[in-house]
């Protein structure tokens, strides 16, 4: 072999190595970006639950120390204290809690507070005595009385063991199975209830447009009375029913206090029993005992139609409330670029104590239970 061959076939060799050697270093860096990738996703995820843990231990605080046990608002710090919650620093990454309370800031643009969300500022459509509540949600959305109606029954079907049709009209009914099994993809109702919200959209009129309007106004959790301190405008108004269409924003009005901002220190509330509360230098926050007869006479507006309203929803119906056991955390975690997101409702079960003899310093922190779960991929 010549000499100018000997340099050809080594130059092809060398050209073929360095390829190679090329492949090797792409498919290894890319192992590389891959394996750290992967050790972002678990460390975004340990961020997330670690977001989620200091949001219980928030709430702790309020058991441990005995206050606001009969009162949960927005004010709270589990309900909005960006130090805890917004872009919290840990390890490689942060963790943000946040939530929107549907109100707008006076430059016209979405509040967004950092905490744990009350959950029982939404109407539980698993509660039978929530179903009018629902009804006038939805007309709210420019659905008419009876298609409101047919929704509402539908709902009620989906969830009752018989299989008969609920009949409020002649053009307003329900829905059982032989509607359901008549369609292209035919299926059962479920005979129990609601498992998730996302489940209403099997249910006969629940189309995706109207789920989407109403998913931030609605639950499966609680015990059925709706927070007046933390429900929202829209929510309150379905409440109180036809015939008091100011009342609602008379109450969110006040609930803002003297700064016109929610989830502020000098935010005012509502209890059930004598309450005081105590924020430093601005001194006591005002706080009306809906169980006080004369509590409306200082909320500017409030008539006394509006006040016996209240009134009744409170002590006859159960349909208010003021204080909650199950929250809502939206947590964000971030680490480079990757981001992880979970969503949770807890249930703080309150010791026996604390139920039936009030707070002493001997109360063990609350039990807690996760209702519910779901991780973003």
């Given at each position: 072999?010549?000499?100018?061959?000997?340099?050809?076939?080594?130059?092809?060799i060398?050209a073929?190595?360095?390829?190679?050697?090329?492949?090797?270093?792409?498919?290894?860096?890319?192992?590389?970006?891959?394996?750290?990738?992967?050790?972002d996703?678990?460390?975004?995820?340990?961020?997330?639950?670690?977001?989620i843990?200091?949001?219980?231990?928030?709430?702790w605080?309020?058991?441990?120390?005995?206050?606001?046990?009969?009162?949960?608002?927005?004010?709270?710090?589990?309900?909005?204290?960006?130090?805890?919650?917004?872009?919290?620093?840990?390890?490689?990454?942060?963790?943000?809690?946040?939530?929107?309370?549907?109100?707008?800031?006076?430059?016209?643009?979405?509040?967004?507070?950092?905490?744990?969300e009350?959950?029982?500022?939404?109407?539980?459509?698993?509660?039978?005595s929530?179903?009018?509540?629902?009804?006038?949600?939805?007309?709210?959305?420019?659905?008419?009385?009876?298609?409101?109606?047919?929704?509402?029954s539908?709902?009620?079907?989906?969830?009752?063991?018989?299989?008969?049709?609920?009949?409020?009209?002649?053009?307003?009914?329900?829905?059982e199975?032989?509607?359901?099994?008549?369609?292209?993809?035919?299926?059962?109702?479920?005979?129990e209830?609601?498992?998730?919200?996302?489940?209403?959209?099997?249910?006969?009129?629940?189309?995706?447009?109207?789920?989407?309007?109403?998913?931030?106004?609605?639950?499966?959790?609680?015990?059925?009375?709706?927070?007046?301190?933390?429900?929202?405008?829209?929510?309150?108004?379905?409440?109180?029913?036809?015939?008091?269409?100011?009342?609602?924003?008379?109450?969110?009005?006040?609930?803002?206090?003297?700064?016109?901002?929610?989830?502020?220190?000098?935010?005012?509330?509502?209890?059930?029993?004598?309450?005081?509360?105590?924020?430093?230098?601005?001194?006591?926050?005002?706080?009306?005992?809906?169980?006080d007869?004369?509590?409306?006479?200082?909320?500017?507006?409030?008539?006394?139609?509006?006040?016996?309203?209240?009134?009744?929803?409170?002590?006859?119906?159960g349909?208010?409330?003021?204080?909650?056991?199950?929250?809502?955390?939206n947590?964000?975690?971030?680490?480079?670029?990757?981001?992880?997101?979970?969503?949770?409702?807890?249930?703080?079960?309150?010791?026996?104590?604390?139920?039936?003899?009030?707070?002493?310093?001997?109360?063990?922190?609350?039990?807690?239970?996760?209702?519910?779960w779901?991780?973003?991929?």
């Open positions: 072999m010549t000499r100018g061959a000997v340099l050809i076939v080594t130059s092809w060398l073929i190595l360095t390829l190679f050697a090329i492949g090797i270093g792409f498919r290894t860096g890319l192992d590389i970006k891959l394996t750290g990738y992967s050790l996703r678990v460390k975004a995820l340990y961020i997330a639950k670690a977001g843990k200091r949001a219980v231990i928030e709430k605080v309020e058991y441990a120390e005995g206050k606001s046990l009969g009162l949960d608002a927005f004010s709270e710090l589990w309900a909005n204290n960006d130090e805890c919650f917004k872009e919290i620093k840990v390890g490689d990454g942060t963790f943000t809690l946040s939530y929107s309370p549907g109100e707008l800031d006076r430059s016209g643009k979405e509040i967004t507070l950092y905490g744990l009350d959950e029982t500022r939404k109407i539980n459509i698993n509660i039978d929530n179903m009018p509540v629902l009804k006038y949600l939805l007309m709210s959305f420019d659905l008419g009385l009876e298609e409101a109606e047919a929704i509402v539908a709902i009620v079907d989906w969830r009752d063991v018989d299989n008969i049709p609920k009949v409020v009209s002649a053009a307003a009914g329900g829905a199975d032989i509607y359901y099994q008549a369609l292209e993809t035919p299926y059962a109702t479920s005979g209830k609601f498992k998730t919200i996302e489940e209403l959209l099997l249910v006969k009129g629940i189309t995706k447009g109207l789920y989407d309007k109403i998913a931030d106004y609605i639950t499966i959790f609680g015990e059925g009375g709706i927070n007046i301190n933390t429900a929202r405008e829209e929510a309150l108004n379905a409440v109180f029913g036809i015939g008091y269409p100011e009342l609602a924003a008379k109450i969110v009005d006040y609930r803002r206090g003297v700064d016109g901002k929610i989830g502020t220190d000098d935010d005012r509330h509502f209890t059930k029993g004598a309450f005081i509360i105590e924020r430093g230098s601005r001194g006591l926050v005002e706080v009306k005992d809906l169980n007869e004369n509590w409306y006479g200082n909320i500017f507006g409030i008539r006394a139609v509006e006040y016996e309203r209240i009134k009744e929803l409170t002590q006859q119906e349909l208010l409330s003021t204080a909650s056991d199950y929250y809502r955390a947590v964000t975690a971030c680490v480079d670029r990757v981001k992880k997101e979970i969503t949770t409702v807890i249930k703080f079960d309150k010791p026996p104590e604390i139920r039936e003899e009030g707070f002493s310093e001997e109360i063990p922190p609350p039990e807690i239970e996760y209702l519910y779901r991780e973003e991929r």
